[in-house]
T-cell receptor, first 112, second 115 residues
Framework: DVKVTQSSRYLVKRTGEKVFLECVQD?????MFWYRQDPGLGLRLIYF???????EKGDIPEGYSVSREKKERFSLILESASTNQTSMYLC???????????FGPGTRLLVL | AQSVTQLDSHVSVSEGTPVLLRCNYS??????LFWYVQHPNKGLQLLLK??????LVKGINGFEAEFKKSETSFHLTKPSAHMSDAAEYFC?????????????FGTGTRLLVSP
């Protein structure tokens, strides 16, 4: 069974703080993704990575960066958190370029 | 560009009655389409996917979807709703960008099931 885990289920941060969201998958998948989910907007792609140390911008990368130093781990970084980054963040992984994505349980981030 | 439109933000049914969640797609080529489900406080789970094989696709938990090219639709159905089907459902289309497949999500339909 594929397992994608995210470091926190709930997180509360202050405006201006640097925030790290961690995602780990245990199936040796090449591709990993970060999405944010907002009511009425569905899921929107922030960044993705197709291999270790490789990263590409998604549809809404502004205010975010990512890091992929090891194949199993993909980190999302909010350099200076703002209230409009309050959201649910979902990580996903998949084994190749045309396969199903597997999602983690999500991190609900509140920025005060 | 590929996109999907979920026509209803909320659908309410009674337990034991049929479920219909509507999705229309826009694609310049033969699309790959998916339905994902998200139960409260859980991650997304794949229900079913269409990848240009049979037009009627069967998924988990008794759900199925029919790809209709003439109507550009991929509606999700279930003959008889169960209380455990209450969740949010996302219609998704795959897009290809420089050889890399990405997913584009609809805005979601929340299914409410009453006893």
């Amino acid at each position: 069974d594929v397992k994608v885990t995210q470091s926190s289920r709930y997180l509360v941060k202050r405006t201006g703080e640097k925030v790290f969201l961690e995602c780990v998958q245990d199936m040796d998948h090449e591709n990993m993704f970060w999405y944010r989910q907002d009511p009425g907007l569905g899921l929107r792609l922030i960044y993705f990575s197709y291999d270790v140390k490789m990263k590409e911008k998604g549809d809404i990368p502004e205010g975010y960066s990512v890091s992929r130093e090891k194949k199993e781990r993909f980190s999302l970084i909010l350099e200076s958190a703002s209230t409009n980054q309050t959201s649910m963040y979902l990580c996903a992984s998949r084994p190749g370029s045309r396969e199903t994505q597997y999602f983690g349980p999500g991190t609900r981030l509140l920025v005060l | 560009a590929q996109s999907v439109t979920q026509l209803d933000s909320h659908v309410s049914v009674s337990e034991g009655t049929p479920v219909l969640l509507r999705c229309n797609y826009s694609s310049s080529y033969s699309p790959s389409l998916f339905w994902y489900v998200q139960h409260p406080n859980k991650g997304l789970q794949l229900l079913l996917k269409y990848t240009s094989a049979a037009t009627l696709v069967k998924g988990i938990n008794g759900f199925e979807a029919e790809f209709k090219k003439s109507e550009t639709s991929f509606h999700l159905t279930k003959p008889s709703a169960h209380m455990s089907d209450a969740a949010e459902y996302f219609c998704v289309v795959a897009t290809m960008n420089t050889g890399f497949q990405k997913l584009v999500f609809g805005t979601g339909t929340r299914l409410l099931v009453s006893p």
